[in-house]
């Protein structure tokens, strides 16, 4: 892991995802660090990959979901969001026969209006 990812490890995923930090003052802290979020009902121990992330108003995001948001990740207005919930934009092409897994590719996920994905989905 190069020492970028473990300081945007350290500063979003171990300091502002505490549950002590107040709510209000994590979304600032996202917000400086590039992340477009119009909501402050983000609860603690989210994780994001990077900070290619767009977040309605009045979008809930509850306890532990993840983002691997190596590609856009876009929710939108007035979305509800349950615990546990991944949203992962990373997956590899076929490779040849002795390794299936090829080159890794990122696609964009885009989740409309008004939306509720309950607890434990995967997107």
């Known amino acids: 892991m190069r020492l970028k990812n473990k300081v945007w490890d350290i500063i979003v ?3 502002l995802s505490s549950v ?7 979304v600032y802290c996202y917000r400086i660090l590039g992340m477009r979020i119009n909501t402050f009902s983000i609860s603690p121990q989210c994780h994001f990959k990077t900070n290619k992330i767009r ?3 009045g979008t809930y995001l509850n306890y532990r979901c993840f983002f691997d948001n190596k590609a856009d990740v876009e929710i939108g207005d ?4 349950g615990m546990n919930t991944l949203f992962t934009t ?4 076929f490779g040849p026969p002795e390794k299936r897994a090829g080159n890794v590719i990122a696609n964009k996920i885009s989740v409309g209006n008004g939306c509720w ?5 995967i997107i």
């Open 117 to 121: 994905i309950g607890a434990g989905a």
């Open 55 to 57: 977040i309605g108003v």
């Open 78 to 81: 007035h979305c509800a969001i």
């Open 20 to 26: 002590i930090v107040p709510k209000k003052i994590r």
């Open 13 to 15: 995923n171990l300091l």
């Open 90 to 93: 990373a997956n590899h092409e």
